[in-house]
Structure formats: C-alpha cells, structure tokens
C-alpha cells in the first residue's frame, strides 16, 4: 500500500512539473533567454497569446516569439528598422533609422488594446505585432490591466527609440 501511495505520488509530481514546464509564460520565457546569449535588460510575455519579446541592449540583440509553436527568431539590433507603439488601432509613436521620429503625445491613454510593432530589415519576417493587452486580457486572472500595458509600452519604446538613435 505504501508503494503505490509513493508512486502516486511520483506521477502527480512529475505531472505538476510537466505543467509548469509546458505553461506559456515559462515557455516564452524559455526560449527567448535561450535566443540571447546572456540575460536581457527587458523581456516581456503575453502568455495568452504566446507571443513575448526580449531586448539584450549590451549583445546588441532583439528576441522574438511570434505565437504558440513558434520557436522564436533572434535578430541583430541592426537589423531593427523602426518601432511603432499602437493604442486602439491609431499609431502613438514611431521611430524609424532613415525618418524623423513621432514622439509619444499621450503619456496615459485610455486604451483597450496596446500594441509594439517592430520592423525588421527581413524580407522573410519583415515586422512583427507584439501585442501587450487585448479587450480580452479582460477577463484573465493573470491580466494586469490595460494601464499597465502602456506603461510596459512606454518603456520598450523609449529603449527602442535610444537603440534607433544611437545607430544612426
């Protein structure tokens, strides 16, 4: 009786670990340290959309994770062309290596849905949407809130805009 008390045991163990390993936000998190060679100076995650984005400014390197299944793309800071930083549809912000940039106006919106878009110098993956919160985020245990996601906005985008500066 001991024996398969400890057994059971085992199995809900290892099921638990398995969960936790296999969770989005683990997973994201999992592959965008290993597309960087050291840790980053910001990454964040969408877990309810597997999408999740990592900046390591001293490798001059910019970790990406489109969605579920995607294994993540790394790209050179080089490669970054511009960053966009987009409430309800309408463009905020943009910086861009070759234009002028639009500085960021609305310091706190009120927003349903906030989005970072990167370009990239890639004809194969030219631009990704990274998006921080969604009207559906709403009804997330783990959602913090649409105010927060600007806020988490606002800070990419300043590190992007200082990234696209200094490469000019």
Do not use: C
């Amino acid at each position: 009786m001991l024996l398969f008390a400890f057994a059971g045991a085992v199995v809900v163990a290892l099921a638990a670990m398995g969960a936790w390993w296999l969770e989005p936000s683990h997973r994201v998190a999992r592959l965008l340290q290993q597309g960087l060679a050291g840790p980053p100076e910001v990454m964040s995650i969408a877990p309810a959309r597997g999408q999740g984005a990592a900046l390591a400014i001293d490798e001059r390197k910019l970790a990406v994770v489109r969605g579920p299944g995607d294994t993540g793309l790394v790209y050179d800071l080089d490669e970054l062309v511009g960053a966009e930083l987009i409430f309800d549809g309408a463009v905020a912000a943009r910086a861009t290596r070759s234009e002028g940039r639009r500085p960021l106006d609305q310091v706190a919106p009120q927003v349903s849905r906030v989005v970072l878009r990167f370009v990239f110098d890639d004809p194969h993956d030219p631009d990704f949407e990274f998006e921080l919160y969604a009207p559906t985020d709403a009804a997330r245990r783990d959602s913090q809130g649409p105010d927060a996601a600007v806020l988490v906005g606002r800070r990419w985008f300043a590190r992007l805009e200082a990234v696209l500066r200094q490469s000019r």
